[in-house]
């Protein structure tokens, strides 16, 4: 039951397990009881109660204590210490434990308890990307930064591999005075690289953080793996991997397991980040629909994290192409899509007629010989042909497929994309040689294979190639917006790489033994989010003074819209992709260490901002973790919070649409910006007042007002530009999205 954006593994233990470990594909519908109890009838719910008062609850036991006293009396004694899952005492004012339908309805209706909730269930959402992102040894960011030595990056995920050669930690320092986390591993597991493990999938917080999954390892190792030289699957992409951040520490809190990850436990992971002092949060994983900020475990999560300076990386969701599918849309998060990178490990299929089809796969056998050999469709699962080149759709399933391909005799495989997947292709693992090829490859071989009177074709390897025209583009997978929760506000934020991504493994996947050195190829939003987690933890090593928010500002104004041969960054069709896919475009490494103005957001922005979405006091109030009344505050509407793009909507806003920023300078004192505007399709008009801003010191702020006027009946549903302050030395990129109609057909 592969979802059609997992990845497999050639053996049988890892097919099953990376079948159901995927983004999409991990665990019951959402919100759907999580917890419950196989020998009775005991779920988990989640308990938010009055925040204590009492000077004498500030230690943990004291807490648990108080906590206690909510369970009902039938949970009396020892018993009562076995349904208490978790406690919290930063990410909200609560705990989470086992309990009947019956004795959470009764806790309900005690006083000072302010929600009692089944919890749910979340799903989990390299060799050449540093160096295609422009990192390199010795120059720019990583000199700039010191590579992200002492900065601590936190990972929610399915825990970690400790003796990886990626978390040696060779030439990083101890961890700062401040850190007070701890590690559940054995003694010579834990070191400078990795400080922190610990396990939240159960009620045993001393449990070791072992990753059964790979993706945890995987994560890890791209935001902030060692340099671990000749690393590569099969012998293919070849070369030294390396994290994003190589000399920042790692903090690991695992929260996930194979049938996905609860809301209680990843509550617990932030609980714990927060408290043991991490810097960073990299989190691959979410809900499969879009969650309201009041209920969602990592909105609420994050929050908290960021009240503390902590930024939070997210993974956009893997429901792409579709719209209206972005996940972890929360304005205080970074919400990252995926894009392809410039290599490809490519196999090409050559037909009977001359024609030839580039395509993917990571299994390149030097003893097949590229000989023709009888092609036929298979029409059916599980219709194969002995003897031939089978052709087969290849959305789902696609190792296991080629496996029974294999078994029933099949020479080889060509996987070919529906329309919805277009040119987005995979170099899987396979089993049997094999090219995965585009959509429009696939109506080509089809075309001759019922044309010819007898139709051949033969797999020729090429290996691992770079340059590719069309990177960066957005993988087919990624999810997009608009932003169902806000859509004021523009997710996802940013692109980065996700698809074809080498990273550190649990396990070999080829016929090696050492598990130090084992590596992966996998995709996903899950991959490009570390990415941006390790790009994080340079920024805040060479600018540790920035806020969470003027980091992300950092990222997404400096953000590239233009692929290799200097066209818009195209979709998975090839066609340009929507602002909806990319946000502000791809993460640019190099210029978003010196953005030259940057938008802050203060933490008390964020109550207006939730008043204007129309959240009652107590939902407010549970968010930032304090009394809030928005009748008596003023509320903002959700475009006007200070954010660093602009999202017009039509639908709700009428025909003409005024929005206000204020940016910080932190280039040159004396600086002069003037604005250009980027024409958009459907606007009337677009005023910005003032033209030009003016500095005459650093970190100094100023604002400025956009009028936005629509044309009488555009056609378009969508729009999308930019407004862009320039000076002598920099350039600052406002994405400017507009909705004209209702987006469900985009």
């Known amino acids: 039951m592969e979802d059609r954006k997992c990845r497999s593994s050639p053996t049988t233990w890892t097919i099953v397990i990376l079948n159901l470990i995927c983004i999409l594909g991990v665990c019951p519908a959402d919100g759907a009881s999580a917890g419950a109890d196989a020998s009775s009838s005991l779920s988990t719910y989640v308990i938010e109660v009055r925040k204590p008062m009492d000077k004498h609850l500030a230690t943990i036991e004291d807490l648990d204590t108080f906590y206690q006293s909510f369970l009902p009396a039938t949970t009396a004694g020892s018993n009562q210490e076995q349904r208490m899952v978790h406690s919290y005492r930063h990410v909200l004012s609560g705990f989470a434990a086992k309990l009947t339908a019956e ?62 050669l990626s978390f040696s930690d060779e030439g990083v320092p101890p961890p700062p005075a401040k850190w007070k986390g701890r590690c559940n591993f054995n003694r010579t597991s834990c070191n400078n690289k990795l400080i922190g493990a610990r396990s939240f999938t159960d009620s045993s917080s001393s449990a070791a953080p072992y990753d059964d999954e ?35 520490h790692l903090a690991v809190y695992k929260v996930c397991v194979l049938n996905g990850c609860s809301e209680s436990g ?54 792409g192409p579709s719209s209206n599918t972005v996940s972890n849309g929360a304005p205080w998060v970074l919400t ?16 009977g007629n001359g024609q030839e089809f580039d395509g993917e796969t990571l299994y390149q ?54 329309p919805l997947l277009g040119y987005t292709t995979f170099a899987d693992p396979h089993v049997l040689p094999a090219a995965h090829v585009s959509s429009v490859a696939g109506t080509e071989i089809k075309k001759y294979i019922k044309t010819a009177s007898a139709p051949t074709a033969a797999i020729l390897f090429k290996g691992t190639q770079f340059n590719g025209s069309f990177a ?41 033994k050492d598990k130090k050195r084992a590596f992966n190829v996998i995709s996903g939003t899950s991959m490009s989010c570390p990415h941006l987690s390790g790009v994080v933890a340079l920024l805040k090593s060479a600018h540790p003074d920035w806020s969470p928010a003027a980091i992300k500002s950092a990222i997404m104004t400096t953000a590239a819209t233009s692929n290799a041969k200097g066209q818009p960054i195209m979709d ?17 490494v190099s210029n978003a260490v010196d953005p030259g103005l940057i938008y802050d957001t203060e933490l008390t922005d964020y109550i207006p901002y939730l008043c204007g979405l129309n959240y009652n006091d107590k939902n407010v109030s549970l968010i930032v973790g304090k009394e809030v009344s928005c009748s008596s505050i003023e509320s903002i509407p959700d475009y006007q919070l200070n954010y660093p793009s602009i999202t017009v909507d039509f639908v709700r806003l009428g025909t003409n649409v005024s929005v206000k920023r204020t940016v910080r300078n932190v280039g040159p004192a004396n600086s002069r910006y003037k ?63 507009v909705l004209f109609k209702e987006s469900g057909g985009l």
């Open 103 to 164: 004795e959470a309805k009764a806790i309900g209706e005690k006083d000072g308890v302010l929600d009692v909730r089944p919890e749910t269930v979340l799903s989990l959402h390299t060799t050449h990307t540093s160096q295609y992102l422009g990192l390199r040894r010795g120059v720019g960011l990583w000199e700039d930064s010191n590579y992200g030595k002492g900065v601590i990056i936190g990972l929610l995920d399915t825990g970690i591999l400790p003796e990886h």
């Open 214 to 248: 790979g993706h945890g390892t995987h994560t890890a190792s791209t935001a902030a793996g060692a340099f671990v030289k000749d690393a590569s699957v099969f012998g293919l992409a070849n070369g030294t991997a390396v994290g994003i951040a190589p000399l920042a």
């Open 266 to 319: 990843i509550l617990a992971g932030f609980d714990a980040a927060i408290e043991d002092g991490v810097d960073v949060l990299s989190v691959s994983l979410g809900s499969k629909n879009p969650s309201q900020f009041p209920s969602d475990p990592i909105a609420r999560g994050a929050f908290a994290a960021t009240q503390k300076g902590i930024f939070v990386s997210c993974s956009a969701g893997n429901n």
């Open 336 to 351: 990252v899509g995926a894009s392809n990178t410039d290599r490809t490990i490519k196999a090409t299929a050559r037909l």
């Open 365 to 418: 056998p030097r003893d097949f010989e590229p000989a023709q050999h009888p092609l036929a469709f298979s029409e059916q699962y599980g219709d194969y042909f002995p003897g031939k080149v089978n052709v087969l759709y290849g959305a789902d399933n696609r190792v296991e497929q080629g496996r029974e391909v294999k078994d029933a005799g099949g020479v080889a495989m060509i996987l070919t994309n529906d």
């Open 472 to 512: 960066p583009a957005v993988a087919y997978f990624s999810s997009r917006g608009p932003n169902s929760n806000s859509p004021g506000i523009l997710k996802p934020d940013i692109i980065g790489p996700g698809l074809n991504i080498l990273a550190g493994w649990i396990s070999p996947i080829d016929n090696s």
């Open 572 to 588: 998975e069709a090839h066609r340009p992709a929507s602002i909806f896919a990319t946000g502000a475009g791809h993460v640019n």
């Open 675 to 737: 604005s250009v505007i980027e024409p958009i399709v459907g606007i009337g008009s677009i005023d910005v007042s003032p033209r030009e801003l003016v500095f005459t010191k650093a970190n100094e702020t100023t604002s400025y007002t956009v009028k936005f006027t629509r044309k009488a009946s555009p056609q378009a549903v969508t729009a999308q530009g930019a407004i862009t302050w320039v000076s002598a030395q920099h350039s600052v990129r406002t994405a400017v999205a």
